[in-house]
Nanobody
Framework: QVQLVESGGGLVQAGGSLRLSCAAS????????MGWFRQAPGKERELVSG????????SYADSVKGRFTISRDNAKNTVYLQMNSLKPEDTAVYYC????????????WGQGTQVTVSS
């Protein structure tokens, strides 16, 4: 199994930036992909961005494309989400997730970090 710990959430004004970090430990050699999800009040959890652990290919939700950037440091087993030009609608709990080879879904989750964007 993999343990995930997020950090970097907080309160920021609209137009500002935050950088989220997710440190993975445990069975990290089996990680196929890592990603960031978010869930706002009254809404379903959505995939914000994902990254392939070996190849580094990335994907983004349309709502954050051009504003958010996902990256990873394989040596540190850490994935980052740089969030720029934040909007109030970005307010949510952000979760780091990891998926293993052989599974189509993200099986391991962090506890979440709150991101609040004020207008």
């Amino acid at each position: 199994q993999v343990q995930l710990v997020e950090s970097g959430g907080g309160l920021v004004q609209a137009g500002g930036s935050l950088r989220l970090s997710c440190a993975a430990s445990g069975r990290t050699f089996s990680i196929n992909a890592m990603g960031w999800f978010r869930q706002a009040p009254g809404k379903e959890r959505e995939l914000v961005s994902g990254i392939n652990w070996r190849g580094g290919s990335t994907s983004y939700a349309d709502s954050v494309k051009g504003r958010f950037t996902i990256s990873r440091d394989n040596a540190k087993n850490t994935v980052y989400l740089q969030m720029n030009s934040l909007k109030p609608e970005d307010t949510a709990v952000y979760y780091c997730a990891a998926g293993y080879f052989g599974t189509p879904q993200y099986d391991y989750w962090g506890q979440g970090t709150q991101v609040t964007v004020s207008s």
